[in-house]
């Protein structure tokens, strides 16, 4: 069977955003992804609100027939807005101000107390749990210890590889990192900066259960139209598979 995949659609609100208007509308960009074969949908709610907003996390929870995947803050203010959406999942992410999107991975063993009661909440209100974490043993380790559901890794540094680079040891900690997180109980994602021509990689990690992508996705809709760039990506999953 295929990898799933989430379709992030931050990047239609920044669109909108842009002129402070009412279109494009994420919810429907969201619908078309759904109608092309999307097994998820995820959106950064963050604290600076520069794309996603309440309102569309809102609508997306009605509207939507397959999960809905909210990132936030790992802060009390990041689970005060999201809790009262219930979506499927919320990933906890390093958030900075000043970055133009998330860099680098959540440090679970610095925040592991901290954590803890975050991921108590979001359960106690039914939704499941990923932590957003670079492929590193000791970070899987405390995420499975705090009972978090799901880490995703980050493949920042994969993707950022310069032409003519060899991607064999980025590669290896992310196949390694999904083999100890399937031993220790975790569903095994990930994402950033994965597009059509790198996905096929990690998406043939076989621990690797579901991919997260946006930008790529987004930027390719642009030019041919959601549903059309949903089906490529789709098309380029299957490829991987043995």
Request: with cysteine; glycine share 8%.
């Amino acid at each position: 069977m295929s990898v799933r995949l989430g379709v992030n659609i931050d990047h239609v609100a920044t669109l909108r955003q842009a002129r402070g208007a009412h279109e494009p509308e994420p919810a429907a960009a969201a619908l078309l992804a759904q109608g092309a074969g999307a097994h998820g949908i995820t959106i950064h709610l963050r604290a600076d609100r520069r794309h996603i907003q309440e309102r569309d996390a809102r609508l997306l929870k009605e509207v939507l027939a397959i999960p809905l995947n909210v990132e936030c803050a790992a802060t009390a203010d990041g689970l005060e807005a999201v809790v009262p959406v219930k979506p499927a999942w919320v990933t906890l992410v390093p958030e900075a101000r000043e970055e133009p999107t998330t860099q680098g991975g959540l440090d679970a063993v610095f925040l592991h107390a901290h954590l803890r009661q975050l991921v108590r909440e979001l359960h106690a209100s039914q939704i499941r749990v990923s932590l957003f974490v670079d492929p590193q043993p000791d970070q899987l380790k405390v995420a499975a210890k705090l009972e978090a559901d799901g880490v995703e890794f980050n493949t920042g540094p994969y993707a950022d590889l310069g032409p003519g680079s060899d991607p064999a040891l980025e590669l290896g900690r992310l196949r390694e990192a999904a083999r100890l997180g399937s031993r220790l109980g975790l569903k095994v994602l990930a994402g950033h900066g994965l597009d059509f021509h790198n996905v096929g990689a990690v998406a043939a990690i076989p621990e690797m259960e579901e991919v997260n992508i946006g930008h790529s996705i987004v930027g390719r809709a642009v030019l041919v139209g959601m549903e059309r760039a949903v089906r490529e990506m789709l098309a380029a999953l299957r490829e991987s598979q043995p």
